[in-house]
């Protein structure tokens, strides 16, 4: 069971960036999935969360109006759709499934590093 995140990199501030998170091993369409992001020296923070069926999102403060969470469950992939980004948007992101049903994420993906240059 593994998620694999990938389609980060280094963008200038204002750009926009498409981080996808693809999962093998096993069908995640069932669990909710989420994106977190932890930028050098700071605590790991919870970025976006959709529900299996894709209806239901949930965005940090940070970054609502510019970050879109989205999912294709025939591709078990999930994305993140970046925009307006800022320098304090740099960070390792990471991408995450909640297989307990009690909104434990407990399946994580290996990060994949954005930079935002000013």
């Known amino acids: 069971v593994q998620l694999q995140a990938y389609g980060g990199g280094l963008v200038q501030a204002g750009g926009s960036l498409r981080l996808s998170c693809a999962a093998s091993?096993?069908?995640?369409?069932?669990?909710?999935m989420a994106w977190f992001r932890q930028a050098p020296g700071k605590e790991r923070e919870l970025v976006a969360v959709?529900?299996?069926?894709?209806?239901?999102?949930y965005y940090a403060d940070s970054v609502k109006g510019r970050f879109t969470i989205s999912r294709d469950n025939a591709k078990n992939t999930v994305y993140l759709q970046m925009n307006s980004l800022k320098p304090d948007d740099t960070a390792v992101y990471y991408c995450?499934?909640?297989?307990?049903?009690?909104?434990?994420?407990?399946?994580w993906g290996q990060g994949t590093l954005v930079t935002v240059s000013s």
């Open positions: 995450a499934a909640d297989t307990t049903g009690f909104r434990e994420y407990d399946v």
């Open positions: 959709i529900s299996w069926k894709g209806d239901t999102t």
């Open positions: 091993g096993r069908t995640f369409s069932s669990d909710p």
